[in-house]
């Protein structure tokens, strides 16, 4: 069973539409995030949830809206895609707040292309 | 401010080499953790390990090691007889507790190609 999935893996859509990725963690985990990763393969934290509340936005444009409808989901909505939203988004959880220590696990990305 | 530096963009060795990946870390807390991940070409990321700033012991996997200095603020990781396999982005990151989570700082990775 994989602990952290996301779908769809790949997403080519025309600009302006809207779209949404969807994560699952089967982990037991509070924390869940969603991670950008750029052409240059720079990862930047977007949002974070932790048991369904929200607790870090990232100056992240408002067309992205995650929603949490429960700790082991955290679902990305991209509205009017633009061409600058291409990247590899990482859904990625981690272990009940314990402080520091707790590692985060990625899913296996999910790349989207705007055209 | 927390910063992760890998200076190393890439780096290609021949099978059986040994490889040094450098990781430089800047933080004001005392208690911190750091970590490395492995994206292999096909994407995803793979948890390697983890140490906390409390911790300077080096840790040997396998044909893995990581050697943690605070002296010198480095978390450098080793991988000696490269293989094929090995070929991925590798990248440095640190966490630090914000409120009651963790917040993560991720180098910009080093891109390792080993050549058959």
């Known amino acids: 069973d994989t602990a952290v999935s996301q779908t769809p893996k790949y997403l080519v859509t025309q600009m302006g539409n809207d779209k949404s990725i969807k994560c699952e963690q089967n982990?037991?985990?509070?924390?869940m995030y969603w991670y950008k990763q750029d052409s240059k393969k720079f990862l930047k934290i977007m949002f974070s949830?932790?048991?369904?509340?929200?607790?870090i936005n990232e100056t992240v444009p408002n067309r992205f809206s995650p929603k949490s409808p429960d700790k082991a989901h955290l679902n990305l909505h991209i509205n009017s895609l633009e061409l600058g939203d291409s990247a590899v988004y990482f859904c990625?959880?981690?272990?009940?707040?314990?402080?520091?220590?707790?590692?985060?696990?990625f899913g296996e990305g999910s790349w989207l292309t705007v055209v | 401010a927390q910063k992760v530096t890998q200076a190393q963009t890439e780096i290609s060795v021949v099978e059986k080499e040994d490889v040094t990946l450098d990781c430089v870390y800047e933080t004001r807390d005392t208690t911190y953790y750091l970590f490395w991940y492995k994206q292999p070409p096909s994407g995803e990321l793979v948890f390697l390990i983890r140490?906390?700033?409390?911790?300077?012991q080096n840790e040997i996997s396998g044909r893995y090691s990581w050697n943690f200095q605070k002296s010198t603020s480095s978390f450098n990781f080793t991988i000696t007889a490269s293989q094929v396999v090995d070929s991925a982005v590798y990248f440095c990151a640190l966490s630090r507790q914000v409120g009651n989570f963790n917040k993560f700082y991720f180098g910009s990775g080093t891109k390792l190609n080993v050549k058959p």
């Open positions: 982990l037991g985990h509070d924390t």
């Open positions: 949830y932790n048991n369904k509340e929200l607790i």
């Open positions: 140490r906390n700033s409390f911790d300077e």
């Open positions: 990625a959880s981690g272990a009940p707040g314990q402080g520091t220590g707790n590692t985060i696990y």
